[in-house]
């Protein structure tokens, strides 16, 4: 059983920064890819960014690049999403998610979601 906790969310005005963590279950951890996903009202969920579990290339949707990292940290089975120059668009439930196959997972299909985290970005 994979699982996934996600924490970090909260409310912060636009430009500033915030850093979501998700702690995965160490099997999990070591032999599936990582990604992170948002779900704005009334919106489809869309892709955010996601790694790779061996290579750590990581990529990431096009409204993200340059303001968004993601990473890893084995020490303590955690992904993270550094979010920086935040903008009121990027107000969502941000959920983290895994798959065996980097491509299945980038186009949103996994078995394993966390519970959400909620982002709010005021203008």
């Known amino acids: 059983q994979v699982q996934l906790v996600e924490s970090g969310g909260g409310l912060v005005q636009a430009g500033e920064s915030l850093r979501l963590s998700c702690v995965v279950s160490r099997r999990a951890f070591r032999s599936l890819h990582m990604g992170w996903f948002r779900q704005a009202p009334g919106r489809e969920r869309e892709f955010v960014a996601a790694i790779g579990w061996s290579s750590r290339a990581t990529y990431y949707t096009d409204s993200v690049k340059g303001r968004f990292t993601i990473s890893t940290y084995s020490a303590n089975n955690t992904v993270s999403l550094q979010m920086n120059s935040l903008k009121p668009e990027d107000t969502a439930v941000y959920y983290c998610?895994?798959?065996?196959?980097?491509?299945?997972?980038?186009?949103?299909?996994?078995?394993?979601w966390g519970q959400g985290t909620q982002v709010t970005v005021s203008s």
């Open positions: 998610a895994s798959n065996a196959i980097l491509s299945d997972l980038k186009q949103g299909r996994s078995n394993y």
